[in-house]
């Protein structure tokens, strides 16, 4: 399969429709970032990597970050986590308050706030160092040391981040948040901050190509059984209130962020990472889902 050939296509496609969504500026930091900007890395487990666009330029993970966070939390703690968290998509937006009031104070999954809320309150449970221990796991699955996280975002993000404070007081009004609330969101908007450019998300993502198995080092991160689970998570949930129609365009299981990045994985294949900044009205990368929408069907490949 020539991916560099396709994935040159694909840019050249999708050319037209950058620019056209509307850059996330609900963070006041993320609104600096140019809309035209474009890249695509594809990574196998062969140790191949193919590139287009700007692929070195870092840019902010934000909700990609959730795939991380989960999967040291479920590492460390397994099934006790749903307890606290569902795993059923959530059908609205990635910020909404209404769900957790009807549904007691249990978010419906990890990757929409909420969820990654409690997520990180579990942390502190089994991090001794939360902050630089959630950067050592990226950086184990990049062997990129350079990954940090943006303070300038991040305290963008704590100034304007009145939605996630209400969430993180109703999550705690249901016990479901046991930490202090300050701490908890400050780890939530820094993990969201770390920026990274599509050649170190596909890398990073390659563990769950690989059935839960860091390729860098062999090292398992995840059992078989809880890889299975978080793709079917990404899958279901990883493309917050567009989740089904990612599905049924793209067909793969990924994580996007309102940076504009998506990180997706064909078990067994492949990695691949799309970054175009400007959004559609769900907050998904519009230029980028396209382009995912483009690799499965030029290449015939997806989990269908
Ligand atoms: N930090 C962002 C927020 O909490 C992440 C949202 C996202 O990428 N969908 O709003």
Redesign the pocket.
Known sequence: MNYQQIIEDIYEEVKPLLGKGKV?D??PALAKVDPNEFAITVADLEGNKYHVGNFEQKFS??????VYTFAVAFSHLGDSIWQRVGREPSGNP??SLVQLEKEDGIPRNPFI?AG?LVITDMLFDVLKEPRADILQFIIGLTGDSSIDFDKEVATS?REN?Y??AALANFLRSHNNINYDIEEVLNL??CH??ITMNTNELANSFLFLANGGVNPLNNERILSLSQTKRLNALMMTCGA?DEAGDFAFRVGMPGK????GGIAAVIPGELAIAVWSPALNAK?NSLAGVQALELFTTKTGKSVF
């Open positions: 996330a609900y963070i993970i934000q909700s990609i970050s959730k990635f910020n706030n990654a993000e981040g939605r996630n939530y908007f969201c901050s917050y996007s962020g309102v940076g907050g």
